[in-house]
């Protein structure tokens, strides 16, 4: 499991592009056959990609964690952003397309990832955080939401916003998470921008061209940065950061929130003339 540490903004204003990358890009999540975890000490978060193929794949328990198995203290949220498959949690079967959302509270001890196809595999994505209490499993389809329709054609970002894991749908502990769908020709997401010190989010961005790029604005309002991405790449965006972005073809991201408050419209506004 790689590790990532918490930043300070003063600390941010001083970093290169590289190094704006290794703190907060996570370039690769879905590789065949393996799962990739990564741990930000922003609330202690798990970013995750597991792509299984010929074989299932056992969600196991990691060293990082000190403990018996993955979910002893934890709660995940799970999205399939590939073709279609199945998560089994202790037995039982869930049946997952794209886009499906998977949510397994704290205490289920088995995990196990397949696939439908070993050469068009499912991709799922995994969005972890410490919980505190359990909370039933739980699956929805993005088609079972009508998302609200957000936005406009003429200030080119039109899209349909759709909350999955969130105080009035699927319980959690602490994880709100769902994803945003820009319409074609649209390409901004996410402003006017904000921050909300009271939780951390990571963005997955899904639905790009090979050649397409995603630019992501990060940083404090006034001491903005950008990292470039591709598709089915994350970012990890800490309490303190804006998080939005541009790209060159409309696109699809999935957003991942975890800390104090659970309310989805609990932000922090910030003012276009703020913005430097």
């Not at 003063?10 to 290794?22: C, I």
Request: hydrophobic residues 35%; aromatic residues 8%; glycine residues 6%.
């Amino acid at each position: 499991m790689e590790k990532r540490y918490s930043t300070h903004p003063d600390h941010v204003k001083t970093f290169n592009t590289e190094q704006l990358r290794q703190h907060f890009l996570i370039e690769k999540l879905f590789i065949n056959g393996e799962t990739k975890l990564v741990y930000s000490m922003e609330d202690r978060t798990i970013v995750g990609g597991v792509t299984p193929t010929t074989d299932a794949i056992v969600l196991e328990e990691n060293d990082e964690l000190k403990a018996d198995y993955f979910l002893e203290r934890r709660e995940v949220g799970i999205i399939n952003v590939g073709n279609s498959g199945k998560v089994t949690v202790d037995g039982q079967e869930y049946k997952m397309k794209k886009k499906d959302c998977l949510y397994v509270g704290k205490g289920q001890k088995n995990l196990v990832f397949s696939s439908d196809s070993a050469s068009e595999p499912a991709k799922y994505y995994l969005f972890s955080a410490p919980a505190h209490k359990e909370y039933p499993v739980q699956k929805v389809s993005l088609n079972d939401f009508e998302g609200d329709q957000l936005g406009s054609p003429e200030s080119a970002n039109e899209r349909v916003l759709t909350r999955m894991i969130h105080d009035n749908g699927i319980q959690s502990c602490q994880i709100v998470m769902g994803m945003t769908q820009l319409k074609p020709g649209s390409v901004w997401n996410s402003m006017p921008t904000h921050t909300h010190d009271r939780r951390m989010e990571v963005y997955l961005y899904i639905d790009l061209d090979e050649n397409a790029r995603m630019f992501h604005m990060m940083g404090q309002p006034n001491e903005t940065r950008h990292l470039v991405m591709k598709n089915e790449q994350a970012v990890i965006s800490p309490p303190w950061s804006i998080h939005c972005g541009s790209a060159t073809s409309n696109y699809t991201f999935v957003w991942a929130m975890a800390g104090e408050n659970k309310q989805f419209t609990d932000m922090d506004h910030v003012k276009m003339e703020e913005l430097r």
